[in-house]
Every structure is written in structure tokens, then in C-alpha cells.
């Protein structure tokens, strides 16, 4: 489970876009908490420590504890502007988190004991189609990574969402359909080679008298020319 990232705070007196632009001239960035049947709450916060939170790699899958006027606000980051130009984070959204609740996140993948798989050993390719799993989890249980084991895996084996095992407390936001997270697929050049095995073969395959055949037709054509 990712750790809870905190982050101190402090309320927006003004809104529109003239006061975002101030608050961003003195190092602060505009956000904003919502949910909980609660009226958002505008707030912002100092962009150096978002800028560090958002460097981790799992900001978008953390409790964040905003402190704000003396208390504690569990929040989970739903959403993060960046200036299209200086890439700087613009604002941000926060969904307040009331006890008990399920959230939505996107946990990404990690595969293991590829030295395991046979057909990676062989030369095959991991085909990642997934690098995130959509999940919904315990507020509490949000975790960091998924796990996915590809000991004893072949060319052409395909990884799915019922082959893996959730986290206590998550389950895949995707019900409707048994979907692929990976697959082992054989290099370009092993397909390349095969694919060249398989004319030589069917051109075996064709009989005698047919080859015998065309080769009369052409002498008989060049006969005729005579």
C-alpha cells in the first residue's frame, strides 16, 4: 500500500483566474477539495512540496493528509493541471475521503521472475497491453503496485485480469469482460524465420504433375513462337 503523503494548506480568500495568477507568482498553487457532501473547499498549496509529492511516482494513488486551519483532511488527488508550456503544476484536485469509502485509482504493473518463463528464456517478448490495472479499493488499501508472476510462461501465452490475484480490499473496475494484461510473443525474427518455413513448405507440398505441368505449358508457349 502506498504510503499517506501530507501536505499543508491554506483556504483561497479570492477565485478567478487573476488571484490563481498571483498565488502562482509567490510559489503557491491553486486546488481544491470536493466531495463528501461537503461544499468544495478552495485552497493552495506551496508548488516546492507538491512538485516533490508529485515526483514519487505514486502521488496519483496516495492518501493525501492536507492540513488546513489546525486539522487533518484525508483526500486522494483526482486530478492535476500543468502550464502546457513550463510543465509547472497549474491546480490541483482533491477528493475528500469519508470513512469507509471506495475509490476509483489506475495501480500500475509490475512483472516478476521473468527469468522464470521459458519462453522469455527462449527469446519471446513480453507484451505489456496494460501498464495500469483500473481498480476500486478500500480508501485504506489503495496499493502501490500489482504483481503479476510470469514463472513458467511460453510463447503465446496470455496473462489475464482473472489470472491475477487483487489485493485484499481491491477488485478491477473492469467487470464486463476477461481482458488481456499481457502476452509473450515471439521476436520479429523468429516470426520472420517461421514465416519463411512455412512458404517453403507449402511450395513442397505442391505435386509433381503440377509442376511438370506448367513447366510443358511454358515449353509449348515458346514452341509456338517459333
Known amino acids: 500500500m502506498s504510503d499517506a503523503l501530507t501536505l499543508p494548506a491554506e483556504t483561497r480568500d479570492r477565485a478567478g483566474k487573476g488571484a490563481s495568477r498571483a498565488l502562482r507568482r509567490e510559489g503557491r498553487v491553486p486546488a481544491v477539495i470536493y466531495g463528501g457532501k461537503e461544499a468544495p473547499t478552495p485552497i493552495h498549496v506551496e508548488e516546492r512540496l ?65 527469468e522464470a518463463s521459458p519462453g522469455l528464456k527462449k527469446g519471446g517478448v513480453l507484451n505489456v497491453v496494460r501498464h495500469e490495472l483500473e481498480l476500486v479499493c478500500d480508501a485504506n488499501q489503495i496499493p502501490s503496485e500489482i504483481e503479476i508472476d510470469v514463472t513458467g510462461l511460453e510463447v503465446g501465452d496470455s496473462i489475464h485480469i482473472s489470472h491475477v490475484e487483487l489485493p485484499e480490499g ?50 509449348k508457349e515458346e514452341g509456338g513462337e517459333d
Open 50 to 114: 507538491l512538485v516533490k509529492q508529485l515526483g514519487t511516482g505514486h502521488f496519483m494513488n496516495s492518501i493525501v493528509e492536507i492540513e488546513l486551519g489546525g486539522k487533518t483532511v484525508r483526500t486522494l488527488p483526482k486530478d492535476v493541471a500543468f502550464h502546457p508550456v513550463t510543465d509547472r503544476p497549474n491546480h490541483v484536485d482533491f477528493l475528500r475521503l469519508a470513512k469507509g469509502a471506495k475509490v476509483d485509482v489506475a495501480v500500475p504493473v509490475l512483472f516478476v521472475n521473468e
Open 170 to 219: 481491491s477488485e478491477s473496475a473492469i467487470t464486463d469482460r476477461d481482458f488481456t494484461i499481457a502476452t509473450i510473443v515471439a521476436p520479429s525474427a523468429l516470426k520472420r524465420a517461421e514465416a519463411e518455413e512455412g512458404a517453403e513448405a507449402s511450395a513442397d507440398d505442391v505435386p509433381a504433375t503440377e509442376q511438370n505441368a506448367e513447366d510443358d505449358s511454358g515449353d
